[in-house]
């Protein structure tokens, strides 16, 4: 069972254009929604991160949009650039008090971003 | 400067080789996590430590076991690997202190198995 589902599988994008990834999640005891982005041989490393109490979170160029009604989240990339180029990955979980204590991250299946010159 | 480190970064073994994979951290978490990651899928939790308790996913085959002598270090061993195992493992942390926060991925080992 997929909890948390990601689209589109592949992306690509032209510089300086608008890059946006959906998810939708059906677990409502998620309360923590993390994006990952990984680059070829590389470990994930968190990228932006949002809770439900808000509907939007900025940082830089990187967009969290959160509709909490629908269960759905996706990150816009403003200005996309060619070092954007790498896999995203979206993620969820619950409240550590509701896993044991710790942080149960459940993964998208990954986007592989192109941005192109 | 790294603070999730796996060792070594790549590793060929041979089918039904015990091997074994190492992560070190140097952030002083509670909670260490073993990922495995196969080509163009997402991470899957194999298991965690949560101090020294040791929480395996149900659905982790036997195969694989854990290791954490201290809050540093953790060791991930594969008992028989077959060719299905080959992958990326990944390393995480991340604090217990009853909120949300960032775990910490390491680099990763990759893993053949011939």
């Known amino acids: 069972q997929q909890q948390v589902k990601q689209s589109p599988q592949s992306l690509i994008v032209q510089k300086g254009g608008i890059s946006i990834i959906n998810c939708a999640y059906e677990?409502?005891?998620?309360?923590?929604f993390p994006w990952y982005q990984q680059f070829p041989g590389k470990g994930p490393a968190l990228l932006i991160a949002?809770?439900?109490?808000?509907s939007e979170k900025k940082e830089g160029r990187f967009t969290i949009s959160f509709n909490k009604s629908a269960k759905q989240f996706s990150l816009h990339i403003m200005d996309s650039q060619p070092g954007d180029s790498a896999t995203y990955f979206c993620a969820a979980s619950p409240s550590p008090i509701f896993s044991g204590g710790y942080q149960k991250v459940t993964f998208g299946i990954g986007t592989k971003l192109q941005v192109i010159p | 400067d790294a603070m999730v480190i796996q060792n070594p970064r790549y590793q060929v073994t041979q089918f039904g080789k015990p091997v074994t994979l190492s992560c070190s951290q140097t952030l002083n978490h509670n909670v260490m996590y073993w990922y495995q990651q196969k080509s163009s899928q997402a991470p899957k939790l194999l298991f965690h430590y949560y101090d020294k308790d040791f929480n395996n996913e149900a659905d982790t085959p036997d195969n694989f076991q854990s290791r954490r002598p201290n809050t540093s270090f953790c060791f991930l061993d594969i008992r028989s690997p077959g060719l299905g195992d080959a992958a990326m493992y990944l390393c995480a942390t991340s604090t217990a202190q009853g909120q949300n926060t960032e775990a910490f991925f390491g680099q990763g080992t990759r893993l053949t198995v011939v």
């Open positions: 677990n409502t005891a998620f309360d923590y």
């Open positions: 949002i809770r439900p109490d808000v």
